[in-house]
């Protein structure tokens, strides 16, 4: 059944919230939590978690899993982004790497959506255009980064991976809610990396610290998280969803300032302001205001 209204909004807004914790929940971590290892420990244990839920509920029979190959489609999208954003950080610095991956996802959705056949509106090209603007602000790109080739091509496939995973989960809920098969997608996922945590020291995860940091990464960024996003995807498309989980770096600027106490300038403030506004015109209400003769979009 599909959510009306703008629950499926809400439901990608809310998924994107929880994403841009992991950040301020890495910075929490005991030493020796490296980026690569949290991100295959989220994704096995928030996988693991949604698995085992609907199975339970179903004395664990394992039922039909719709479109087998987009749902390992996703789940190679979803394992190829960890190493792929984190190199592309490592190498072009955490400004430069973040944005473009973040940037060009939607735009690589829209890309995506118009090889499939499918009409972007012009609430989702004015809407991406201004949270565009916003991040560049919000980033604060410094002119005299020298661009590392290597890093910029792999921030880039990661915005790539990450659309092409929105759309094959999309293929792999269109006929409405399956926890089983959007869990499969992350456990398989967190397998692919297991390499990454062979070669990680894990002593940091049995402290009490590490635990907690574990738990709130596996259950609210992961399993939650990755809840919400499907049954927004129920009614969102999938350029609009990309758009949409800008909200997360929004997320994770706010809890740094307010949490982590770091300092932002005043271009980034308003590069805040201008990605919260964009997001906003997303949603039909404010486009609707905004635009009250235009209907292409509704």
């Not at 479109?67 to 792929?84: D, N």
């Not at 989702?124 to 604060?140: E, P």
């Not at 307010?258 to 201008?274: A, K, P, Y």
Request: some cysteine.
């Amino acid at each position: 059944m599909r959510e009306h209204g703008n629950r499926g909004y809400g439901f990608v807004a809310l998924a994107a919230i929880l994403w841009g914790t992991t950040g301020t929940a890495q910075a929490f971590a005991p030493a020796g939590a490296g980026p690569l290892s949290i991100g295959a420990i989220r994704m096995i244990l928030g996988g693991a978690i949604m698995v085992l839920i609907p199975l339970v509920k179903q004395g664990f029979q394992i039922g039909s899993i719709p479109k087998k190959k987009f749902l390992l489609l996703a789940s190679v999208c979803i394992a190829a982004y960890q190493p792929l954003f984190f190199t592309g950080v490592l190498r072009s610095g955490v400004a430069i790497g973040t944005l473009i991956a973040i940037g060009s996802a939607p735009i690589f959705s829209g890309m995506i959506d118009k090889l499939t056949g499918n009409r972007l509106s012009f609430q989702w090209k004015v809407s991406t255009i201004i949270s565009l603007v916003g991040c560049i602000l919000l980033v604060g790109v410094d002119r005299t980064i020298e661009l590392d080739l290597i890093g910029v091509s792999c921030s880039l496939v990661a915005g790539m991976v990450y659309a092409l995973y929105v759309k094959a989960a999309q293929k792999v809920l269109a006929l409405g809610p399956n926890q089983l098969a959007n869990g499969l997608m992350f456990l398989i996922s967190g397998m692919i990396l297991l390499p990454f945590l062979w070669m990680s020291d894990l002593t940091w995860v049995w402290s009490i610290r590490g635990g907690i940091v574990v738990l709130h990464l596996g259950v609210f960024s992961a399993a939650l998280a990755f809840t919400f996003f499907a049954r927004g995807l129920q009614s969102v498309d999938a350029p609009t969803a990309v758009t949409l989980t800008l909200v997360e770096p929004l997320t994770a600027t706010l809890l740094g300032l307010f949490v982590l106490h770091e300092q932002i300038t005043m271009i980034q403030g308003f590069g805040l302001i201008v990605l919260f506004f964009g997001l906003a015109v997303n949603t039909k209400l404010v486009f609707r205001f905004l635009f009250p003769n235009y209907k292409e979009a509704f």
